[in-house]
């Protein structure tokens, strides 16, 4: 799996009004899907469902520019950047090289007694001469990263001038999935995309922006700020995200969270209880709309009902793997087994999956549905390959919330509206929109 990461700084106030004039016409970026070889096995406690497949974009940061390419993640806060000698890797980011990099973020500072939801410790100082503001990271999928925050430009787009941020020079990483690794192509960082106060569109004031992700390799397109390029996408349907006026345990505040209403397979919309779909006192259950988590992830009770559904529905065109033990990526069992060449024929035939949202869907269909394991073969001479059905069961994967990933995603322009606390969703051709908008 490849992580593209981008380090953005927090902005001071005074800068706001050019923040927002910066991001007033729109900028245009290339948005790739990105997917890196097998992952060595990672210890048993360490799950891998988090960055299988990418979202990457292209960002030009320090003076000289360099340029770095980045995991786009709306489930994430703090951006960063790996920074000089943290891995054998190619891909960093040498602050000694840069005019404008403005060196560790000192204690104490405002800044350094933050506390967000990716970091499991406060920041904190590092011992004199230096007085570095020290930070530590984890995410759900166990990989972490150490190092300062820190302050540079970064360039979007073709558009100057840059724009000045706070970020967290990372310069000790673990990658639960392997992706840090110098065999593979370039990847940096990761652009924290969420409502954080730390955030990315926080930080520049963005209150609009919108991405469509093609299939496979294929070119999408982000689009961050303006009201004239979000006009040319195709008619959208909103949902509301879900505010709480007070902070729960297990609820995510600054996440992009919705109201799951149902989870339909064909025409009949499954029998699972309300109550199932919403949060609880605790704030878990929550549904989230994350671009960094590959598949889409429903809680227990709610998986048990699609996964019974979908598999009476499929055995008609694709035999069940029939391996109790078999689990992929610690999430998903719903599983079976047959050639490329059957599958391709057979997803023409598969129920189709709606996410049914308050005033919106997020529908799969086709090949969208299945997921090819890699290096599973079974049959004589490996003829047949394991596939898994793309949504993965949140209980086992150590989450306590409903997950919509990028993989469903895709063919999907999605519209982030801040401004007015919606997310929307259009069918669409994401090849011909990024011809038609890049």
């Not at 939801?117 to 920041?123: A, I, M, N, V």
């Not at 970020?167 to 999935?177: H, I, K, P, R």
């Not at 209880?273 to 598949?295: C, E, I, N």
Request: hydrophobic share 40%; aromatic share 8%; with cysteine.
């Amino acid at each position: 799996m490849r992580i593209l990461l981008l380090c953005l700084s927090l902005l001071v106030r005074a800068a706001a009004a050019d923040r927002e004039d910066r991001f007033g016409g729109g900028v245009l970026l290339p948005l790739r899907t990105v997917q890196a070889a097998s992952p060595p096995q990672a210890p048993a406690n360490r799950l891998r469902f988090r960055h299988d497949v990418s979202l990457t974009v292209s960002v030009a940061v320090g003076t000289p520019p360099q340029n770095v390419t980045m995991v786009l993640d709306t489930g994430s806060e703090l951006s960063w950047l790996l920074c000089n000698g943290t891995t054998s890797a190619p891909a960093e980011f040498n602050a000694s090289a840069s005019s404008t990099y403005g060196a560790a973020v000192r204690c104490p500072s405002p800044e350094c007694r933050w506390r967000g939801r990716d970091l499991p410790s406060p920041p904190f100082c590092a011992a004199p001469p230096s007085n570095s503001c020290l930070v530590s990271l984890s995410y759900a999928d166990a990989s972490s990263a150490d190092g300062v925050l820190a302050a540079d430009t970064f360039l979007l787009g073709a558009a100057p001038p840059p724009v000045p941020a706070l970020f967290g020079c990372v310069t000790s990483y673990y990658s639960a999935t392997g992706t840090i690794n110098s065999s593979e192509p370039a990847t940096t960082g990761l652009l924290g995309m969420n409502r954080g106060v730390l955030s990315f569109v926080t930080q520049t004031n963005t209150r609009r922006f919108a991405y469509c992700i093609a299939p496979g390799d294929g070119p999408g397109l982000l689009v961050l700020g303006g009201d004239v390029p979000l006009a040319l996408a195709p008619p959208l349907n909103y949902t509301p995200l879900v505010e709480i006026s007070q902070p729960l345990p297990y609820f995510d505040r600054v996440a992009y969270s919705v109201e799951l209403e149902g989870i339909r397979v064909g025409a009949t919309l499954l029998p699972i209880p309300k109550s199932v779909l919403a949060p609880d006192h605790t704030g878990a259950g929550q549904t989230m709309v994350d671009s960094g988590t590959q598949f889409t992830f429903l809680l227990a009770d709610a998986y048990a009902a699609l996964k019974a559904a979908f598999a009476s529905r499929a055995r008609a065109v694709l035999p069940s793997l029939d391996e109790p033990g078999f689990v992929f990526q610690g999430a998903f069992d719903a599983c079976f087994r047959a050639a490329e060449g059957q599958v391709a024929a057979a997803s023409r035939l598969l129920p189709e999956v709606g996410i049914v949202l308050r005033g919106a869907e997020v529908a799969v269909a086709g090949e969208k549905l299945l997921y090819r394991v890699p290096g599973e073969r079974r049959g004589e001479g490996g003829a047949e390959a394991v596939w898994c059905l793309t949504f993965g069961n949140s209980d086992m994967a150590g989450m306590s919330a409903y997950v919509i990933g990028h993989h469903h995603q895709q063919n999907v322009w999605v519209e982030y509206d801040l401004q007015k606390a919606r997310v929307g969703f259009a069918p669409a051709r994401c090849d011909l929109a990024t011809r038609r908008l890049g």
